[in-house]
């Protein structure tokens, strides 16, 4: 059935889940952020997908390492240390964790099993952040939502994965973003990229040209969710391309190609259709932008 691949997810059904979730996983990112190598373009601090939902990569912890999980099929959190440690807690139960009481529980755990650590409890690339530890408005977690989502996430990694194969140059695993809360592709030309303003990390990760694309669940001001590409620098022509398929479009405001959730997964092959959509982009934006194919391609 396509919904068991492509299931619905109607922003407006998943938007308290979603941003209670959407700090949560900040809160174990932010953890990340704090242990991890500083691997080029943030990749280090990304979570990976797995069988049962998102997780750290291993975290260094003195002579030991852990791993922190989102289980989105028993919807617990796990910390499993490399001494057998482990701890899990219940992300679905009558009365939800605020942010608040799930940066304390999770900071307290892991002191408690001799991993403590310090981070900055201060949301990233979201409006109107509030510490971690101040907000205490009530949770929500809608179990069938987030595994949903989760379930979308896996077979969008199959698409993403596929398409950069034949891709020879450098190129991101696919991977999840907790500060935007996307799943991430990134193939690289291999030149630098003319210097841009904004945080340290932006950056970084936009030093060098980019074509990415990915899957996200949306916000207030575009309430659905949807695949995207682009491409920085962005080259002439791209925004006014023809892109397959029909539904794709260009979003001025994001400075991205958009194609919905919806066109993805109503259409008769949703796999062929998001596939369309990635090899289209990619191939427009790197022939304008004078990419090197012949040496970056198999």
Not at 14 to 29: A, D, E, F, R
Not at 58 to 64: F, I, K, M
Not at 187 to 192: E, L, N, V
């Amino acid at each position: 059935m396509a919904d068991a691949a492509w299931p619905p997810l109607p922003y407006d059904a998943w938007k308290n889940t979603y941003g209670t979730l959407h700090m949560w996983t900040q809160v174990v990112g932010k953890i990340a952020l704090a242990l991890a190598p500083p691997l080029n373009h943030s990749w280090g601090i990304a979570l990976q997908l797995t069988s049962r939902g998102l997780a750290t990569r291993t975290l260094p912890h003195g002579s030991r390492s852990f791993t922190i999980e989102f289980n989105f099929v028993d919807h617990e959190l796990a910390v499993r240390a490399t001494d057998g440690a482990a701890w899990t807690m219940p992300l679905a139960r009558p009365r939800v964790l605020s942010v608040a009481d799930f940066y304390r529980d999770v900071m307290t755990a892991l002191a408690g099993m001799a991993l403590p650590v310090r981070i900055w409890p201060m949301p990233v690339e979201v409006e109107s952040p509030i510490r971690f530890d101040e907000n205490t408005a009530p949770g929500a977690y809608d179990p069938d939502s987030v595994n949903r989502f989760w379930r979308i996430l896996v077979r969008t990694e199959r698409v993403l994965s596929a398409a950069r194969c034949s891709f020879l140059g450098k190129c991101s695993p696919v991977h999840f973003f907790w500060g935007a809360f996307d799943l991430a592709v990134t193939r690289f030309s291999g030149r630098p990229a003319p210097p841009r303003e904004g945080p340290a990390f932006m950056r970084e990760a936009y030093s060098h040209e980019v074509i990415s694309h990915g899957f996200w669940p949306g916000a207030r001001s575009l309430p659905e969710a949807v695949f995207y590409a682009y491409s920085v620098p962005e080259p002439a022509g791209f925004k006014t391309a023809s892109i397959e398929p029909s539904a794709a479009y260009y979003h001025a405001n994001l400075g991205e190609f958009i194609l919905p959730y919806e066109a993805v997964r109503t259409a008769t092959d949703p796999d062929r259709t998001l596939r369309r959509f990635v090899d289209a982009t990619y191939e427009r934006a790197s022939t304008l932008a004078g990419w090197d194919r012949a040496a970056l391609e198999r």
